[in-house]
């Protein structure tokens, strides 16, 4: 409308008050009619537009500006102010809330009537806009007043909540809302004058709740509570915290509850996570992994207690183990391996399933079998009784391929906790051996190639290329042999012979006996391979080991004749009666050359023990050299076919072993110093032996004094020498 | 030089140029000395002689010549000196790896155990090492085998660099097995303190 007359700015603000009084009233009445009268309204916008537009001097923008501010800072402080003051506790909260939303209705209100201002006033002169300074206002009169009292409130009913009462939470959201927009745009009021505050109080609430539940509660129990604990403050902040406090409060919440008391809790005596382990609380475990894991290094003390467990458990077996072999009882290495990969097994699930498959309890597992597996229980190494049982494994027959997988696996998990692997190599390969020779009828060759390619996959194939070629060599001498049958035209000495040719580098050193004297018809078979061998190879040399040969005899009993499964030296033994009925000790020895030690096991076998097929003078229980010997032309069994055994030569086999594994473990150090030394040149003492000990701990644990001795050699011969300003520095000598 | 030549064919063996274990005698007893006296030792430094109770013409002239002598008389006077040179530590540092190669075998390439306790018996005579006795006696009681070059080396450098009482010992460090065998039966025998 196109006003004639100017307006003046007493006037003018006489309706203003008008209008401003009149939306007062609207406010404190709360009547669902908050509503202006649409006259007035327009009334007040015309006022005030025109009092803008007006000319100059008449042009009141700026006093408009001023007046507005002086109506908001009016309101805030006379009206809004003294309302909250009075009033305490919860009440306060209620006040403060509800003239919170008065204001905010005022000032919109207000923002109509003034809205030239904003869009062409302020702008022009970049003044804090009508809403900013409102804020500013209710801020500086209010909010600064009473935000103290208000906190301690709010507090006190967020304990109150704590303890299980019902509070008002639109309440406290809208509360809180007031720090949050007194921030004017920052955060800060509402940290600085609430959630600072919060955070101290909720530090001590729960380092109260702490140290009480862990004296009253088992762990189980104090776990829940603090899961509760947790869920409760987040549910907190989701209804009427800030987003931002979220982290905070949770990290709080988790110190007190969970971090410091981590050592008390988790070695609670009979609910701690050893006990939890023990009675496989699954449901347990998998809460303390759940409470501990997003906690910065809280699940160190976890699955340091469960390394802890298992160390133990495993330690108790291996004492049993020992405790029953000190009392003379051999060494079960099936039933001991066997506890032990059950054991196995039953933490692995432990990992994958509560733990998550989390890598700190992988190696915590790998870490306590460690410990245990490389005991020794009554004079045997883990790799030993490793060894023992693979080798009583691949005898079983009638195991299937999936079950002889499966127990491999197993097997090579344990290869892998065991320092000493090259001792394990040693010992399975000499059973391997006495598997593939004396027990061919019960090996399964599908069941040992399993074997042998798992373990070469975990430890390579140089740790398996001997046991490969044994195995090879067998399949060979099988199809060779087909080869010589075809080639004869006639049995040599009217034998049915069969030769397994053996490669030197793969199998065990063995003795030999070339000096035996054989019988005529031994000699021919002898020949008759070695010409077709020369046939098929180049310049090879055969070395005859008929300490391992196995030779069927037909003894013609004067009963009935009876077929004798024997070893070589039995047979060529008993050959000799074939031309004289009596034999001394001196003539058999003499004829046939063999030892002494061999010769009286032989003949023990033969006159002594269970099969009397030689009578013996005096009939003693032992062979002296002065003892005749006569063929029992009598002996009879019910069986057509016996097998006469003869015990093998008492050598202290694991004595040998483990002195050809120190011997290769001392080849092996050298080449590793040397080798060493020559890509570096020149290396201090300590990082030699460091990088020495690396390298080999693939294989074994090297011993340092046997490295330092090995080093000292080396300086003998001229490999290395010492540095001539420092000695604790060598050099290579090329 | 003439009078060089004739000290030499004083002493030299009659069947080779060379003065062997007779004319050695005859020269100590010339210069009035034991046979044993580690002044031997010394002069066979400065000949730079390859083995014990032996020394070549070459050996015996150049030596002699080094040391600025032709004449019995002369040697005599320079015993005091050679003596002296015990105590200066590099020389002494020298003369004892020295000895290594000269007082073993010829063609063994270590020590047997009698002549390397004897030498160090000598020679730790001339300087004080406190632990010498408990060190022969240990060779004898838990080695008894043959000493290697680089043992007798380092033993100097233990017997210099670490004290008695061990208490500077490194037993992480460089030092020879046997030598911390050493160690190990002075802790055990309670010769000193761990």
């Known amino acids: 409308m196109y006003r004639e007359t100017i307006i003046d700015f007493e006037q003018g603000c006489k309706c203003l008050e008008a209008g401003v009084s009149e939306l007062k009233r609207i406010l404190e009445e709360e009547t669902s009619e908050t509503r202006i009268d649409p006259k007035q309204y327009l009334e007040l916008y015309t006022t005030i537009y025109n009092m803008c537009i007006q000319k100059h001097p008449h042009d009141h923008s700026q006093r408009l500006y001023n007046k507005y501010h002086d109506i908001v800072e009016h309101y805030a402080k006379k009206t809004v102010l003294p309302c909250v003051q009075q009033k305490h506790d919860e009440y306060l909260l209620r006040e403060l809330s509800r003239r919170w939303d008065h204001y905010k209705v005022f000032v919109n209100w207000l923002s109509h009537f003034f809205n030239y201002l904003e869009r062409f006033f302020i702008p022009q002169r970049n003044y804090p806009s009508l809403l900013e300074v409102a804020m500013k206002s209710f801020r500086d009169r209010v909010y600064l007043e009473v935000q103290v009292n208000a906190k301690d409130v709010v507090i006190a009913l967020i304990d109150k909540e704590r303890e299980g009462a019902q509070i008002d939470r639109e309440l406290v959201k809208n509360v809180l809302n007031v720090f949050v927009q007194s921030g004017m745009g920052t955060i800060e009021k509402y940290k600085e004058d609430f959630e600072m505050f919060l955070l101290e109080d909720t530090e001590s609430y729960y380092a109260r709740k702490a140290s009480r539940w862990i004296q009253e509660c088992s762990c189980p129990e104090y776990m829940i509570k603090s899961e509760e604990s947790l869920r409760k403050e987040k549910e907190r902040v989701i209804h009427y915290l800030h987003s931002s406090t979220e982290c905070k409060l949770v990290e709080i919440v988790e110190k007190e509850l969970l971090v410091s008391v981590a050592k008390h809790l988790l070695e609670k005596e009979h609910s701690g996570c050893s006990a939890l382990l023990r009675d496989d609380k699954v449901d347990d475990l998998s809460r303390m992994y759940r409470l501990y894991h997003p906690i910065p290094k809280g699940l160190e003390p976890v699955a340091d207690a469960f390394r802890i467990h298992v160390a133990r458990e495993g330690n108790a077996l291996i004492k049993q183990a020992q405790d029953a072999a000190a009392n003379g009882s051999l060494v079960e290495a099936q039933v001991l391996v066997g506890k032990i990969i059950d054991l196995h097994e039953k933490y692995m699930v432990y990992v994958l399933d509560c733990f998550k498959n989390h890598t700190f309890f992988h190696k915590a597992l790998k870490e306590a079998f460690k410990v245990f597996c490389n005991k020794k229980v009554g004079g045997s190494s883990s790799a030993e009784l490793l060894a023992n049982f693979c080798d009583s494994l691949l005898k079983k027959s009638g195991k299937s391929d999936e079950a002889i997988e499966a127990t491999v696996d197993n097997v090579v998990k344990l290869l892998d906790y065991i320092s000493d692997n090259d001792l394990f190599a040693e010992f399975y390969r000499k059973k391997l051996a006495r598997r593939l020779l004396f027990d061919h009828h019960k090996v399964n060759k599908e069941h040992e190639t399993i074997m042998i390619t798992k373990i070469k996959r975990q430890q390579g194939g140089q740790y398996t290329s001997k046991m490969e070629g044994m195995v090879t060599d067998m399949q060979l001498a099988k199809e060779f042999q087909k080869g010589f049958k075809g080639s004869l035209t006639a049995k040599p000495g009217g034998i049915d012979l069969a030769v397994t040719v053996l490669n030197t580098g793969f199998w065990p050193s063995y003795k030999t006996s070339t000096d035996l004297n054989l019988p005529r018809e031994m000699v021919e078979c002898v020949e008759a391979f070695k010409s077709y061998y020369g046939t098929k190879t180049n310049q090879r040399k055969l070395r005859w080991l008929y300490s391992h040969g196995t030779c069927h005899v037909i003894g013609s009993f004067d009963p009935k004749p009876i077929e004798l499964v024997l070893s070589t030296y039995q047979a060529v033994v008993l050959c000799l009666f074939n031309n004289t009925e009596r034999l001394t000790y001196q003539e058999i020895i003499e004829q046939l050359n063999l030892s002494h030690e061999d010769l009286v096991r032989v003949l023990l076998s033969l006159s002594c023990a269970k099969y009397r097929i030689l009578n013996k003078e005096p009939a003693s229980k032992s062979i002296s050299t002065t003892d005749v010997f006569e063929f029992n032309s009598k002996f009879t069994s019910t069986m057509r076919r016996i097998k006469v055994s003869i015990p093998p030569p008492p050598i202290d086999e694991r004595k040998k072993v483990v002195e050809d594994v120190d011997q290769d473990r001392r080849y092996a150090i050298d080449a590793c110093i040397v080798r060493i030394m020559k890509s570096r040149k020149v290396l201090p003492h300590q990082q030699l032996v460091s990088q020495c000990v690396e390298q080999l701990s693939r294989m074994f644990k090297p011993d340092i004094k046997m490295i330092k001795k090995r080093i000292e050699d080396l300086i003998t011969r001229d490999y290395l020498e010492r540095d001539a300003k420092n000695h604790h520095i060598f050099n290579y000598v090329a | ?194």
């Open chain 2, 1 to 194: 030089m003439r009078r060089l030549e004739e000290l030499f064919n004083r002493y030299k063996d009659p069947y080779s140029d060379m003065i062997l274990a007779e004319g050695v005698s005859v020269l100590c007893s010339d210069l009035q000395v034991e046979p044993q006296d580690i002044v031997t030792l010394v002069l066979s430094w400065h000949m730079n002689a390859a083995t014990a109770c032996e020394f070549s013409k070459e050996e015996f002239f150049g030596g002699l010549q080094a040391l600025g002598i032709d004449s019995i008389g002369k040697l005599q006077e320079k015993l005091a000196f050679m003596r002296s040179e015990l105590k200066d530590e590099q020389k002494f540092y020298e003369i004892y790896n020295f000895a290594f190669g000269w007082a073993k075998e010829k063609g063994q390439k270590s020590f047997a155990l009698d002549t390397a306790i004897g030498m160090w018996q000598l020679l730790f005579a001339e300087r004080e090492w406190p632990l010498v006795n408990h060190w022969c006696d240990f060779l004898q009681d838990r080695h008894n085998k043959t000493i290697s070059k680089d043992t007798w080396a380092q033993l100097l450098e233990f017997a210099r660099t670490v004290n008695p009482l061990l208490s500077n010992y490194d037993a992480e460090g460089a030092w020879p097995y046997l030598i911390d065998e050493f160690v190990e039966y002075l802790y055990d025998k309670s010769v000193v303190d761990k």
